[in-house]
């Protein structure tokens, strides 16, 4: 048995994914579709060339992870679908509400917790006389019950983003995008974040892009990990995790994965040292 039959399933490099999952019924089952995005900022005279012929697709209830080296385009991938942001060239399509997260949780600083919460639910449309009850919901559904009277600096950094997630939530988001959201936490925070995503992805049939430089965390959460190469972006290889949930970092299989991609990532960056 190979390497990768036992610890995730096969490999698949570049676009076989993307082009095998567009066939009947594609734009059914994909929250996302991506086909031939580019990206190119332009400053003056210079031309910085961000993303390239990206095509990709997500289906309804896939977590994808998104790896790459520094500067190869992941935020500006998430600001595309997020609608914060238009490809120079292809189009993006995606199916649903969004919701973003961030490295930094990015709740405003003068409104409490369940302040911040009952804003995206008045944004969303949700009548005043629900709110307040909803976003309790929320709080105790990321075992943030009792907290709604804090502001954000009163909080932890794994609570904050905690809060993020439940604001994220309230949004009523198909699609999650997240940028680094938990990078800044120490290990074991993490992990218990990564079980709450985990579970309400369950519950609640959430698509996902979760952006991340750390490995073997993209193996942990994703079904498939999705690398991206250097300037410019463009999908390098494509990763199926097939180990089965819930899953931990420490898990042999994790690793066992998680040291194929690093290869590949470090190859990705070589490559792009070289050129
Ligand atoms: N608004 C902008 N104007 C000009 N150039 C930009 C802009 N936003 C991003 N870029 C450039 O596009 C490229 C991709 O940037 P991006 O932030 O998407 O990378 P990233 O993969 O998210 O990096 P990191 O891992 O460091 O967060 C970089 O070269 C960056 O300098
Ligand atoms: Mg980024």
Avoid at 153 to 176: C, F, K, N
Wanted: a neutral charge; hydrophobic letters at 45%; one cysteine or more.
């Amino acid at each position: 048995m190979t390497l990768l039959e036992r610890a995730g399933g096969p490999l698949v490099d570049g676009t076989e994914l993307a082009v095998a999952a567009a066939g009947d019924g594609a734009t059914k089952r994909d929250a996302i579709l991506l086909s031939g995005v580019g990206r190119v900022f332009r400053r003056g005279s210079t031309r910085v060339v961000a993303l390239d012929g990206i095509d990709l697709s997500v289906r309804r209830g896939e977590i994808v992870s998104l790896l790459g080296a520094s500067g190869c385009g992941k935020s500006t991938l998430l600001g595309i679908l997020a609608g914060l942001d238009q490809p120079t060239s292809g189009t993006a399509t995606v199916h649903g509400r969004t919701g973003l997260m961030f490295q930094e949780s990015a709740l405003f600083p003068w409104l409490t917790v369940r302040g911040n919460i009952e804003t995206a639910l008045r944004l969303r449309g949700v009548a005043r006389r629900d709110r307040r009850g909803l976003a309790e919901e929320l709080l105790a559904s990321v075992h943030l019950h009792g907290f709604g009277n804090r502001r954000p600096h009163e909080l932890s950094g794994g609570m904050r983003q905690r809060a993020a997630l439940a604001r994220a939530l309230a949004q009523d988001a198909d699609v999650l995008l997240m940028d680094e959201p938990f990078a800044a936490l120490d290990a074991i925070t993490r992990e218990v974040l990564h079980a709450e995503l985990e579970r309400q992805w369950g519950e609640r049939d959430l698509t996902a892009v979760f952006v991340t430089h750390d490995v073997r965390e993209a193996v942990r959460l994703g079904d498939r990990v999705v690398l991206l190469s250097s300037r410019p972006g463009r999908v390098a290889a494509e990763f199926v995790v097939d180990i089965e949930r819930p899953r931990r970092m420490e898990d042999h299989a994790v690793n066992e994965l998680a040291a194929v991609i690093t290869s590949r990532l470090h190859a990705e960056v070589q490559r792009h040292a070289r050129d």
